[in-house]
C-alpha cells in the first residue's frame, strides 16, 4: 500500500522559514517526478515546486528564490524549503508524485501553511 505523509507545517511570521517534508512508502521515489502544490482557500490548486526523477528543478515564479524543493532518495522523502515567508504563502501544502511512464500518481493529505504576525 502506498502512502504519502506531509509534515513541517504551521503557523510562522511573515519573514520565518518552514520546512516541509513528504515521506513515501509502498513505492520508491526516485523513480518519480515530485513536486510540491498549494491551493489557499478559493484559489485553485498550483504548483509550486517541482524536481523531476532526473533532478531537474522548477519553481512558480511567486517563490523563486525563497523556496528549494530537494529529496533524499535513500530517504524515500522530498522537502521543501521556504524562506522569508510572506502571508500570500497561506495555504495548503500538497506533495505530489507523478510518474508518465507507470502512468502513477498519488498525493499527500495536504499540511497546512499559515504566515501571520
Known amino acids: 500500500q502506498v502512502q504519502v505523509v506531509e509534515s513541517g507545517g504551521g503557523l510562522v511570521q511573515p519573514g520565518g522559514s518552514l520546512k516541509l517534508s513528504c515521506a513515501a512508502s509502498?513505492?520508491?521515489?526516485?523513480?518519480?517526478?515530485k513536486g510540491w502544490y498549494r491551493q489557499a482557500p478559493g484559489k485553485q490548486r498550483e504548483l509550486v515546486a517541482q524536481?523531476?526523477?532526473?533532478?531537474?528543478?522548477n519553481y512558480a515564479d511567486s517563490v523563486k528564490g525563497r523556496f528549494t524543493i530537494s529529496r533524499d532518495n535513500a530517504k524515500n522523502t522530498v522537502y521543501l524549503q521556504m524562506n522569508s515567508l510572506k502571508p500570500e504563502d497561506t495555504a495548503i501544502y500538497y506533495c505530489?508524485?507523478?510518474?508518465?511512464?507507470?502512468?502513477?500518481?498519488?498525493w499527500g493529505q495536504g499540511t497546512q501553511v499559515t504566515v501571520s504576525s
Open positions: 505530489n508524485l507523478h510518474s508518465v511512464i507507470y502512468a502513477k500518481d498519488y
Open positions: 509502498g513505492i520508491s521515489i526516485s523513480i518519480y517526478d
Open positions: 524536481i523531476t526523477a532526473g533532478g531537474r528543478t
